[in-house]
């Protein structure tokens, strides 16, 4: 595919990156102990819920353009189905949530107005339980529901739309990395501004934290997960010159741990701390970011050997990790006992489809897949999984009605775009190619190819008048996503 990435420099100068005044954060009234305070519709007056949400999905598309992301099916479905479960508990009223898998081994998370949810692969690394994980992603929630971005508008009524721009932007400055000179030489005359911008108030925080304990607890999880994690990452900072991102926005010190755990143990009911799937994942993005196949290898028998080969997601990183090097007998010499103890489990079988795949033998990994399928009807990653097994086996027709039902159920997606672009295009359809290119680029923010697709599919169109008239709907879709982008 023509891909044309935007540069970070063009997209925050396209946010309306300038030199701002420190962000003040809001006078917040605490209630005593865990009586959450209620929060009204003064924020409306700078920024209302519905222009939260266009900023938020006129930014990530422009996120998406400019940092790498994972297109990792079952990294991104585990993400999605946590994180919405969470939002079932939370304060949130507007759960129209979108995703953004950050490919970084650095410790982050965040949430920008508009249901952004963005995680780096290193929140995984990270967070070493599941319950660890989701207290994050609780916290990350309560400042959504808090609506803390536009309230701390609210003392800086003249900056108003910059300010959240700039704040934006910064995020995308850190994910991003500093990759090019131009951001280098930015960042080296705002930093200053650009952290202040980012910093959560200390009244922001502790509001974040205590409701982001409230809805650990009911969603089922230990409640004390979050001061272990705040543990966790006080020591992180301890003991490197270079805290992790998420440190600069989420300062940790000794007293935000003890509230966290004192209100953490006066919670009822202790809760889940773990799950197998969870350590799959891990498991996952471990050797995603291992260079070396056969370094991973090595590392996840050294572990299944410490647990005397009773650490089933150790033996599933070992599988996988098998599978792409090369090492398909030794590979399959492992999975046997995972699939004795988990023969539904999607990620395990998942991993033995990608075997079978390397292993030449598409049949088989057809069955599987079929089975599972009949068990899991609807699920993402096995869908994905499918039209991918079509592709391989060149039934490029069957392909493409399998990409296309996935795009119609993920269609904000563009990582489906892309597969589908690359699916139409084998199939002959140029036509669809077009389109689907078109879908991508708006998703990554480059609305000027996106422009340009949509031309093409016009033309190629003719008299197709059904056709005509989708195509000029999303013109117009376009030019109001370019309007959204001017205002800002």
Not at 205 to 212: H, K, L, V, Y
Not at 233 to 249: C, D, H, I, K, Q
Not at 364 to 374: H, I, T
Request: glycine share 6%; charged share 20%; with cysteine.
């Amino acid at each position: 595919m023509d891909f044309k990435p935007v540069t970070t420099l063009a997209l925050v100068k396209a946010l309306g990156f300038c030199v701002m005044t420190t962000l003040a954060g809001p006078a917040s009234a605490q209630a005593d102990e865990f009586n959450l305070p209620s929060l009204g519709d003064t924020s409306s007056s700078i920024m209302s819920r519905e222009q939260e949400y266009q900023l938020g999905r006129a930014w990530v598309s422009m996120l998406r353009g400019s940092v790498a992301t994972m297109d990792d099916p079952l990294l991104k479905d585990f993400v999605e189905r946590h994180v919405f479960s969470l939002a079932e508990t939370s304060q949130l009223t507007d759960r129209r949530l979108t995703f953004v898998l950050i490919e970084s081994p650095q410790l982050n998370a965040f949430a920008a107005p508009g249901g952004v949810v963005g995680v780096n692969g290193g929140l995984f690394l990270n967070a070493h339980t599941e319950a660890e994980f989701a207290s994050v992603m609780a916290h990350e929630l309560a400042h959504l529901s808090q609506r803390h971005f536009s309230r701390g508008l609210e003392q800086q009524q003249r900056m108003r739309i910059p300010v959240m721009t700039a704040m934006l932007a910064s995020v995308i400055l850190a994910a991003a990395g500093g990759g090019d000179a131009g951001i280098a030489a930015l960042a080296s005359t705002q930093a200053a501004a650009i952290q202040e911008q980012r910093r959560f108030s200390r009244q922001n925080e502790q509001e974040a934290d205590r409701i982001g304990l409230l809805n650990l607890n009911q969603a089922g999880y230990d409640p004390t997960a979050m001061p272990d994690m705040f543990e966790r990452l006080a020591r992180l900072s301890r003991f490197s010159r270079t805290p992790p991102e998420f440190l600069l926005t989420h300062p940790v010190n000794q007293s935000r741990i003890a509230d966290s755990r004192n209100r953490a143990e006066q919670l009822p009911g202790e809760g889940r701390r773990d799950s197998v799937e969870y350590q799959m994942m891990r498991a996952r993005v471990q050797l995603h970011h291992e260079r070396n196949p056969g370094l991973a290898v090595q590392r996840f028998r050294t572990l299944l050997d410490e647990h005397d080969g009773n650490h089933a997601a150790a033996r599933y990183g070992l599988v996988l990790a098998l599978t792409r090097s090369g090492q398909h007998a030794e590979a399959a010499e492992a999975l046997e006992p995972l699939f004795a103890d988990y023969a539904d489990n999607v990620a395990v079988n998942l991993a033995a489809i990608e075997l079978d795949t390397n292993r030449n033998q598409p049949e088989q990994a057809m069955q599987r897949l079929d089975r599972m399928l009949q068990l899991n009807p609807g699920n993402y990653p096995l869908l994905e999984a499918r039209a991918d097994l079509l592709l391989r086996a060149q039934r490029y027709q069957d392909a493409e009605r399998a990409i296309d039902s996935l795009a119609n159920q993920r269609s904000n997606d563009p990582d489906i775009w892309y597969l589908a672009a690359e699916i139409r295009g084998l199939a002959g359809n140029i036509l669809g190619v077009h389109l689907a290119r078109a879908e991508y680029f708006m998703l990554a923010g480059d609305l000027e190819q996106a422009g340009e697709q949509l031309t093409l599919a016009s033309r190629r169109a003719g008299d197709n008048y059904m056709m005509t008239a989708r195509i000029e709907a999303r013109q117009k879709d376009l030019a109001i996503q370019r309007e959204i982008l001017q205002s800002f």
